[in-house]
């Protein structure tokens, strides 16, 4: 029998992360506190992973102000998309029955 591994993209599998992605893929954009108080993460570790997500170009975060307060509002990339749906997909084949 001919197995070949298949790898799930490791920016997307942290835990924080694929929540990150999981919100932004349904809603146009999110603001850190509400990233934030729906993944659970601390501020830092929060941070840190939206940072990793932005390095790998699946999100683009712009900073602004809105009445005299910094605001962060991330939104997923065109690429954080497909490799989203693509990390959906490998998730499929690999939970979907193997024939007998």
Do not use: W
Not at 28 to 41: K, N, P, S, V
Not at 71 to 95: H, S, V
């Amino acid at each position: 029998m001919n197995t070949k591994a298949v790898e799930l993209d490791s920016v997307i599998h942290a835990p924080i992360r694929l929540g990150i992605l999981s919100i932004l893929m349904v809603a146009d954009e999110a603001d850190f506190t509400f990233l934030r108080d729906q993944t659970g993460a601390t501020e830092g570790n929060l941070s840190t992973h939206l940072s990793r997500l932005e390095e790998a170009g699946l999100v683009r975060i712009t900073k602004t102000f809105y009445k005299k307060r910094p605001r962060t509002i991330c939104k997923i990339t065109a690429e954080g998309e497909k490799r989203f749906k693509n990390y959906l997909n490998l998730l499929e084949i690999i939970l979907s029955p193997k024939p007998k």
